[in-house]
């Protein structure tokens, strides 16, 4: 096979998770007259839903891995905690992108922040932290307020803990519970900015952003774009973002998450090798979204222009709306500039990222005025239901 061939429409896709990630990549793919195959632990998952097949398995079933490479032209990821020697099984059979070396160093924190240093892009001070021990020496070094994270398989504020002294090092080590951790100074910034950008096998690149992000709970509330910085700051990040996926030999569609400190310089914070939450607005504010770029990076075709249309406010819609009723969706819908999108999750767990809206105006005030006010109309108005974890969101 020549892996560097453009794979047409009418082919064979694959992606490893069944999440909302994935949900949105299959009906990009289908559009431009695709199949995709999704494999996922679960049949019920948003993404299975939606596919042409799917592989039902754990990820560590290899046979299920061969199986599921064997019928697909070219594999993609939906998150960036598929183990990897999944990933490496399925390459032998058929190309995956972005690929394994991608993977680890993006599914690994200490990992990801030593490439980051090695190539000089600009990250806080940091420690690999192997032990309590280690962890106190760290905060010591440091001399700051640090937050130490989990190596792998934390997100969402999950694996991490802030420390203002090495006196609590052996109880945040022990609440943890881990044998690898990764020890940064906090940041004093002013904003969170992502990056997308988009890599084809012939070295095709498109750079997105950035934009703008808040958090609530250490999870993402509302992304905006433009994002409202500076010129040279948004060119700084978008040199940042490329240069990085030059570096990672990037096949496929990261994303760049940053901090602009308040000094104005920018660090990198971390990489995911995916579409990521903050650009669900491209959906409706892009001429071209995440999800479709994604597709024609992997299958080697041209890549489309992310020119932004309009002004955006994105808002992410968690399992507590559902906490005292079921929301009522007349309430939004009715309403033309904003898009409701819900992915399909049986049940509306606190935290649980069960859906998000986006508003489009002339301005990003208007945009965030309009999506923030929607979602406050969700949340005190609705049909009563007295057990909200037994509400059912249909596909």
């Not at 694959?14 to 559009?31: D, E, H, K």
């Not at 992108?97 to 160093?105: E, F, K, M, S």
């Not at 190539?119 to 010591?140: C, I, K, N, Q």
């Not at 052996?170 to 910034?189: I, R």
């Amino acid at each position: 096979m020549d892996t560097r061939a453009s794979i047409q429409p009418g082919a064979t896709l694959g992606i490893f998770g069944g999440g909302q990630l994935g949900r949105m990549f299959v009906t990009a793919a289908s559009r431009l007259g695709y199949r995709v195959i999704v494999f996922c632990p679960s049949a019920n998952d948003p993404a299975a839903r939606l596919a042409d097949d799917v592989v039902v398995a754990p990820y560590d079933d290899h046979e299920a891995v061969r199986d599921f490479a064997s019928r697909c032209d070219v594999i993609t990821l939906e998150f960036e905690n598929v183990p990897d020697d999944a990933v490496e099984c399925a390459q032998k059979l058929a190309p995956v992108r972005p690929g394994v070396d991608v993977l680890r160093i993006a599914q690994d924190r200490i990992r990801e922040r030593a490439f980051l240093d090695r190539h000089g892009f600009p990250v806080s001070p940091y420690r690999h932290v192997p032990s309590a021990t280690a962890l106190e020496d760290a905060v010591r070094a440091l001399n700051t307020d640090v937050v130490v994270k989990t190596a792998r398989l934390g997100y969402d504020g999950r694996g991490q803990v802030r420390l203002g002294d090495a006196a609590a090092a052996s109880s945040a080590w022990d609440q943890l519970s881990t044998d690898s951790a990764l020890c940064e100074s906090v940041v004093d910034f002013q904003c969170e900015l992502s990056m997308l950008v988009a890599r084809s096998p012939a070295g095709r690149i498109e750079v997105f952003g950035p934009i703008e992000n808040h958090h609530a709970h250490h999870i993402l509330d509302l992304s905006v774009v433009p994002a409202e910085v500076t010129p040279q700051i948004g060119q700084t990040a978008t040199d940042l973002a490329r240069d990085i996926a030059l570096a990672l030999d990037l096949e496929g569609l990261i994303c760049v998450e940053m901090f602009v400190t308040t000094d104005g310089s920018i660090l990198v914070n971390e990489l995911a090798p995916r579409p990521h939450n903050s650009g669900h607005l491209t959906i409706e504010a892009c001429r071209t979204s995440q999800f479709e770029q994604q597709v024609r990076a992997i299958c080697n075709l041209p890549l489309a222009d992310m020119e932004l249309r309009t002004p955006a406010a994105m808002v992410n819609l968690l399992g507590d709306l559902w906490a005292h009723h079921t929301p009522a969706w007349s309430h939004v819908l009715r309403d033309s500039t904003i898009a409701l999108h819900l992915y399909g999750k049986d049940v509306p767990r606190a935290r649980r990222k069960m859906g998000h809206m986006t508003a489009i105006a002339s301005s990003v005030g208007d945009a965030r005025r309009r999506v923030l006010d929607a979602r406050e109309r969700l949340a005190n108005t609705g049909e009563e239901a007295d057990d909200y974890e037994q509400v059912v969101i249909h596909a």
